[in-house]
């Protein structure tokens, strides 16, 4: 029976997992904590355990990793879709673009976008900029993980994470160097400025899913669904009915029942109806993020 892959994935898939299954004869590296970078430390060492490490070494694992994320396609639909560059794309029909206005008759009336375009092209250049900084470090960082140094006695030398730990503003505002940050957030922001808030399509595709939510009637029985690209789950465990990660995550796409307080309009019924809501993974990413 054929796997669906071609002779050149198959190379890459043997190059892909002889990188992420290798066991080094060493234990895992310590980091060194600059300060109070332990929060920082314990995320990217989360990471550097993951696909990403293979994909930032060996360009080639890339298109192998991404044939394991689930329904690659209608990952890929989503993101025409959310594209504002795309001509077909629906959403963009009645969408106003920037630097062009409304007169009182209702119609468009173009003013100067130059100002505009600077600063779209300036927001574009720093995160760029900042994904570049970032992928870079992480590669350096990668190759030291995966073959760290040993000192005169034999032990093990910590990696420094430190041109990441030490510069934690290139990643958000929000975090500042020295102080003790979230480690999610961290993790968040890193990812965000790695995949460029999506625009990276390459990275991106390691990490991005789809999650959708159906919202159906009981009266009428109609259904809406909405899509909306995510990162990261984050996943309630005090719950006595979850005993694992996989029971954690029934809970959190188990249906639930709005009635009362909680009714919603049904477009079908043009009132208030009693509806259930549930959460599906409409795709899963190569690493799956989750925060509990």
């Known amino acids: 029976m054929s796997d669906g892959l071609d002779a050149e994935d198959h190379a890459s898939l043997s190059i892909a997992t002889q990188r992420s299954i290798y066991v080094t004869p060493h234990p895992p590296v310590g980091l060194k904590n600059w300060g109070n970078t332990c929060y920082a430390n314990a995320a990217l060492q989360c990471l550097l355990s993951t696909a990403l490490a293979s994909a930032l070494l060996d360009p080639r694992c890339f298109v192998v990793f991404r044939r394991y994320a689930s329904n690659v396609k209608l990952l890929e639909l989503q993101h025409q879709n959310n594209d504002p560059s795309d001509p077909n794309n629906d959403s963009n029909k009645h969408v106003i673009p920037p630097g062009v206005v409304r007169d009182g008759s209702g119609d468009a009336t173009s003013v100067s976008t130059s100002s505009t375009k600077r600063s779209c092209k300036s927001k574009l250049r720093r995160k760029s900029e900042a994904c570049q900084w970032l992928t870079d470090e992480l590669v350096l960082l990668c190759q030291q993980y995966r073959a760290p140094t040993t000192s005169f006695f034999g032990t093990i030398e910590p990696v420094d994470p430190g041109p990441i730990t030490r510069n934690v503003t290139r990643l958000s505002k929000c975090l500042q160097v020295g102080r003790q940050e979230d480690a999610h957030e961290f993790l968040?922001?890193?990812?965000?400025?790695?995949?460029?808030?999506?625009?990276?399509?390459?990275?991106?595709?390691?990490?991005?899913?789809?999650?959708?939510?159906?919202?159906?009637?009981?009266?009428?029985?109609?259904?809406?669904?909405?899509?909306?690209?995510?990162?990261?789950?984050?996943?309630?465990?005090?719950?006595?009915?979850?005993?694992?990660?996989?029971?954690?995550?029934?809970?959190?796409?188990?249906?639930?029942?709005?009635?009362?307080?909680?009714?919603?309009?049904?477009?079908?019924?043009?009132?208030?109806?009693?509806?259930?809501?549930?959460?599906?993974?409409?795709?899963?990413?190569?690493?799956?993020?989750?925060?509990?």
């Open 188 to 292: 968040r922001s890193l990812l965000g400025t790695l995949v460029m808030d999506g625009q990276n399509r390459k990275l991106s595709a390691l990490f991005d899913g789809l999650l959708e939510s159906a919202v159906t009637c009981c009266t009428c029985g109609h259904s809406s669904l909405t899509r909306d690209r995510y990162m990261d789950l984050s996943l309630e465990i005090d719950s006595p009915d979850c005993k694992d990660l996989l029971g954690a995550l029934r809970l959190f796409t188990r249906t639930e029942t709005l009635s009362k307080d909680n009714l919603v309009d049904c477009e079908q019924c043009g009132c208030r109806r009693q509806v259930t809501k549930g959460l599906r993974l409409a795709t899963a990413p190569t690493i799956l993020v989750l925060h509990l």
